[in-house]
């Protein structure tokens, strides 16, 4: 287990977590099991969390101030060093129908960011020719980490690329340093509402690709349609099973008028189930 993640944890949590290789998620929730997730599945552990180990967690992924993370709070997380992100759950603290803050937090979800240095064979083409690409895949098979290493690659073959990090699960910045590397001539907006983004982006960083994951809603797709009318190439990810029915859905249907290749993960964690060309684009 990395320093950055050892740190985080109790020693009887952490001595029951050193028992797992290739940690991708640890769920911690009060007087719960421990659960964890690696490459390899997911395990149910004997440990107990108490609101104790939740606490301690917090107290040192915050360096002791919850307040100096106040703003990413406000959008359900906090980043670490190491590329590690925890969700968190509690009780809402509402401002004027706005979520302020969250309190009382006693279930976290610790997720640690992979890079991978192979990519599967099927999507060196798009690398080599690159064009509008969607990578589409359930959770936990490896869509972000496919993600990260495509524009890393795609970076420093020379396009000047945009990450649009809204949740800081591409890049994982902390205190303007990106932990992981998204390649030479990759610039990173983090914590920004993706919606707000585009258009700005678009005209001040020039980029020749903007990057950015698991997209959601028709304003979105709406803002990825525009940006490829404006000249700019787009790599985006989605949760999906299947590719016409994600495309069947009149929110992202406008995308098939822009995606010119679609990758599906499946079966295993980073495997290529199917790759799609659509010539007409």
Request: net charge neutral; with cysteine; aromatic share 6%.
């Amino acid at each position: 287990m990395k320093p950055s993640l050892k740190r985080l944890f109790r020693e009887r949590m952490c001595e029951c977590l050193e028992k797992f290789e290739e940690l991708c998620e640890i769920r911690v929730r009060s007087n719960k099991n421990l659960v964890v997730y690696t490459f390899g599945g997911r395990y149910v552990t004997d440990y107990i969390a108490t609101q104790e180990d939740i606490d301690y967690i917090l107290k040192i992924a915050t360096s002791r101030s919850l307040y100096a993370v106040e703003e990413s709070i406000k959008c359900g997380y906090i980043s670490c060093d190491g590329g590690i992100r925890i969700g968190l759950s509690g009780e809402a603290v509402l401002d004027n129908g706005k979520l302020r803050s969250i309190k009382n937090i006693n279930s976290l979800v610790i997720r640690i960011a992979k890079s991978v240095q192979n990519l599967p064979m099927e999507v060196l083409p798009i690398i080599n020719n690159f064009d509008n690409t969607l990578i589409l895949s359930p959770p936990f098979l490896g869509k972000t980490t496919l993600l990260r290493e495509m524009t890393r690659r795609l970076s420093d073959k020379g396009n000047d690329i945009l990450v649009i990090d809204e949740r800081n699960e591409i890049s994982a910045t902390v205190d303007g340093k990106q932990n992981l590397d998204l390649g030479a001539n990759t610039d990173v907006m983090v914590g920004v509402p993706k919606i707000a983004c585009y258009e700005g982006a678009v005209r001040t960083m020039a980029p020749d690709i903007i990057v950015t994951d698991e997209i959601f809603g028709e304003r979105e797709v709406d803002c990825l349609v525009d940006s490829v009318r404006s000249g700019v190439k787009v790599m985006a990810t989605a949760h999906a099973c299947n590719i016409d029915k994600f495309l069947l859905n009149k929110s992202y249907a406008p995308l098939k008028e822009i995606m010119a290749n679609y990758l599906l993960l499946g079966d295993s964690v980073g495997a290529v189930k199917e790759v799609r060309y659509n010539c007409s684009v």
